[in-house]
């Protein structure tokens, strides 16, 4: 009679390993991330923000937080598609708790965001890249974390006259 509910656990403890560590096909291909090391003349800038839907203020700033940049390789676009799921935004809650493939994260460059959510990365060689951050907030009064986690994509063509503009804001 215990066996049916300590089946049960193991069942669920095994879904929660592998959405926190899902099978994304391939490792990282070093090689395949390389273009990030090289020195561009491209520029990549935007800003990163969210609507505050709480009531204690229009947008919400991602005023010195991490902003990375990621190269669109193979293993990246299946560990953004199994995160955010399709979307370009992941509230708080549903932010995954995995450690990336310390291989993977030394093929990303960051900057912070000034005060008003503004980044810039500049030397960005040619290629296509995924731009992420994470802003998240307690509202007053609340034991529940707001904001989450976003994206957007950037492609460098060594083409550019100008910066190419990224706009991080969930949507």
Known sequence: M???????????LAACNSARNPPLGAGFDAAEAAFIKTSGAGTIEGQAFLRDR????????????????????SYAQARFSHYYGGAKFVPAASIPKVEADPEYAAYTRTTKADTKGRFSFDHVAPGRYFVTAQLIWKPKDSFLSQGGAMYDEATITGKETGPVEVILSGN
């Open 2 to 12: 215990r066996v049916l509910p300590l089946c049960l656990i193991a069942l669920s």
């Open 54 to 73: 709480t009531g204690e203020s229009n947008v919400r700033y991602a005023a010195g937080e991490v902003v990375r940049l990621v190269p669109a390789t």
